[in-house]
């Protein structure tokens, strides 16, 4: 049996919305055991630190390795496995203990952190995401008009698949291989060449399809989605986690909390693209999808706010937009307060990760993923932001994974 005491540290109480007083969390064979009284075993003083529960990105793509997406599909697989793998050991160093992949990751990368090859966060899949045909991760160009020429690489965050029948298929075979819930792209997109935005994609019964499928077993889809004409339908088809959101309206967002959804706004992707997509090749077209759906995201978080409709955290970086992330607190920060962005970070996410209770508390039973931060984020969340500064340890499964404390 293993027991380590960090002590002298201001716990997080959401439910209080306040730090403790210093006190102490002892974990027992990496799990959280008791808070206050140490009882043997290694002890650790975080002389003041705030201690929390690890971070939760509820949407990332960590084979995305370049912002130019093809690039990624034509990658070895073995060359995006090892680009993956740093992908995600960057992800833990800034604080991510937990990560919902949208799109990409297989069961390969799952196991990767399970036996320790990769020093990454725990990684929750859907395996590739579905895309129709012209659909968001249909990523041809107009004149390429091979069927396969996409292929099912491990840089590629989707497949096309088309057709109730063959959608069935799909789901079943993502399951099969681990997934542990269904995206599909469900409206036009930004990074992609040939849809508009406001186009819906995918016919009701192939939604249907993926729902039922899912459904059975035991789990639920995710959809890529923008406008709010994609998003109700989403709603009524049962579609229960909804990406992005830009353009939603204030009563679809009743809709959608009223039937239990959870949304997850992305809005540091726009920042970083509106900073830099052009540097990377964005065209006009691209360009002014993210102007429309940058300024969408603020007006998104207030409606999805007022009507109740749970935010979990999530990023959406691709690429070289990775170093942004950091921005993603500040911008939720303009409409919502820390204690909202962290609860339902905690709260929601580990909802659609399918670990409640497991990662996003304190409470005894729950995995030892915890961070210590320097300051109180519940007065400034902006400092989560940048871990090399703010985040001096990472501890996941108990143990102390980033040390920077000697940096201060
Ligand atoms: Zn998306
Ligand atoms: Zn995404």
Redesign the pocket.
């Known amino acids: 049996m293993t027991t380590i005491t960090y002590s002298n540290a201001r716990l997080l109480d959401l439910d209080a919305g306040a730090l403790t007083a210093r006190t102490s969390l002892t974990l027992v064979n990496g799990r959280i055991a008791a808070q206050g009284a140490p009882e043997g075993g290694e002890i650790v003083d975080l002389d003041g630190l705030t201690l929390m529960p690890g971070l939760i990105d509820c949407?990332f793509?960590v084979v995305a390795w370049q912002l130019d997406l093809w690039s990624n599909v034509i990658a070895p697989d073995s060359l995006a496995a090892l680009r993956a793998a740093t992908v995600m050991e960057e992800l833990l160093g800034k604080g991510f203990t937990t990560v919902r992949d949208?799109?990409g990751a297989d069961f390969g990368l799952v196991r990767g952190v399970e036996e320790g090859l990769i020093d990454g966060p725990d990684l929750i899949i859907c395996g590739k995401a579905l895309s129709m045909t012209g659909g968001h991760t249909d990523l041809r160009p107009r004149t390429d008009i091979r069927p396969d020429a996409m292929g099912e690489r491990l840089g590629n965050?989707g497949a096309i698949v088309d057709g109730v029948d063959e959608v069935r298929r799909f789901c079943r075979t993502q399951i099969k291989q681990g997934a542990r819930f269904i995206k599909v792209m469900a409206n036009g997109g930004v990074s992609s060449p040939n849809d508009p935005i406001d186009g819906l994609q995918y016919s009701d019964d192939e939604l249907r399809a993926m729902v039922e499928e899912a459904g059975n077993a035991n789990t639920y889809v995710s959809a890529?989605v923008y406008s709010d004409a994609s998003i109700r339908r989403c709603v009524k088809l049962g579609i229960t986690s909804l990406?992005h959101c830009n353009l939603i309206s204030p009563e679809t967002a009743k809709l959608a909390a009223e039937a239990g959804c959870i949304a997850i706004p992305?809005l540091a992707a726009y920042e970083g693209l509106a900073l830099e997509g052009k540097t990377f090749g964005f065209g006009d077209a691209e360009y002014a999808k993210i102007e429309t759906v940058r300024t969408g995201g603020q007006n998104s978080l207030k409606y999805m706010r007022d009507a109740g409709l749970p935010m979990a955290f999530g990023t959406?970086l691709l690429g070289q937009l990775r170093k942004y992330g950091g921005l993603e607190f500040g911008l939720l920060a303009k409409v919502l307060s820390p204690v909202e962005i962290l609860r339902d970070m905690y709260r929601a996410g580990a909802r659609l990760c399918r670990m409640e209770g497991e990662i996003g508390t304190l409470k005894p039973g729950a995995r030892g993923h915890l961070i210590a931060v320097r300051g109180n984020p519940l007065e400034d969340i902006s400092i989560l932001g940048d871990a090399a500064a703010n985040i001096p340890l990472v501890i996941k499964d108990g143990k102390i994974r980033r040390d920077r404390r000697a940096a201060a």
Do not use: A, K, P
Request: glycine share 12%; aromatic share 0%; no cysteine.
């Open positions: 949407h793509h949208l799109g965050m890529h990406e992305t959406d």
